[in-house]
T-cell receptor, first 115, second 112 residues
């Protein structure tokens, strides 16, 4: 079956530091890959996505590149802000119907950014 | 913008009670999902539905049931609440299999 592995957290950074959150996956075929973010007290919202190999998703200064050769989708941001403090989830979805088409999530990682 | 509304932000229920969690979406999406979120476990899929009156079990359906009588509404039912069902419950919708999911704000359920 499909699975997503995220690096262990939590992560604490100072404002303007560089951020990398690792994500690797196991899936059959060519899944779509997503990063979702959950701000305190809220539901999840899509941060960025990539639907095929070598695609780069980007939003709000965050980027992630779909690397099929390493089955990875690492999230990066060059300069984090206090407002980026949240829980980040990596997820994948297969392209076929049925069970493979459901979102599979990693366990999430909490990011805290200090002023 | 897609709006996914869950009926309660916080809920406290007693052990053995029947609990209903409601989710309503306003964008005519076909697919709807219920997840629970627990620290260290991420999101786990309870049930999902690809059409009205249709439902399929997710990864952890035990102790839950669902109802989808109308396209815009997907209800999660805890038949007899237990303390191990204390959790954050998240509803999600998507237009189709190939599109992204949109989430509600979550219901934090405490069973005492």
């Amino acid at each position: 079956g499909n699975s997503v592995t995220q690096m262990e957290g939590p992560v604490t950074l100072s404002e303007e530091a560089f951020l990398t959150i690792n994500c690797t996956y196991t899936a059959t075929g060519y899944p779509s890959l997503f990063w979702y973010v959950q701000y305190p007290g809220e539901g999840l919202q899509l941060l960025l996505k990539a639907t095929k190999a070598d695609d780069k998703g980007s939003n709000k200064g965050f980027e992630a590149t779909y690397r099929k050769e390493t089955t990875s989708f690492h999230l990066e941001k060059g300069s984090v802000q206090v407002s980026d403090s949240a829980v980040y989830f990596c997820a994948l979805k297969g392209l076929s119907t049925g069970a493979n088409s459901k979102l599979t999530f990693g366990k999430g990682i909490t990011l805290s950014v200090r002023p | 913008d897609v709006k996914v509304t869950q009926s309660s932000r916080y809920l406290v229920k007693r052990t053995g009670e029947k609990v209903f969690l409601e989710c309503v979406q306003d964008m005519d999406h076909e697919n709807m999902f219920w997840y629970r979120q627990d620290p260290g476990l991420g999101l786990r899929l309870i049930y999902f539905s690809y059409d009205v009156k249709m439902k399929e079990k997710g990864d952890i359906p035990e102790g839950y049931s669902v109802s989808r009588e109308k396209k815009e509404r997907f209800s999660l039912i805890l038949e007899s609440a237990s303390t191990n069902q204390t959790s954050m419950y998240l509803c999600a919708t998507e237009l189709a299999v190939y599109t992204e999911a949109f989430f509600g704000q979550g219901t934090r359920l405490t069973v005492v």
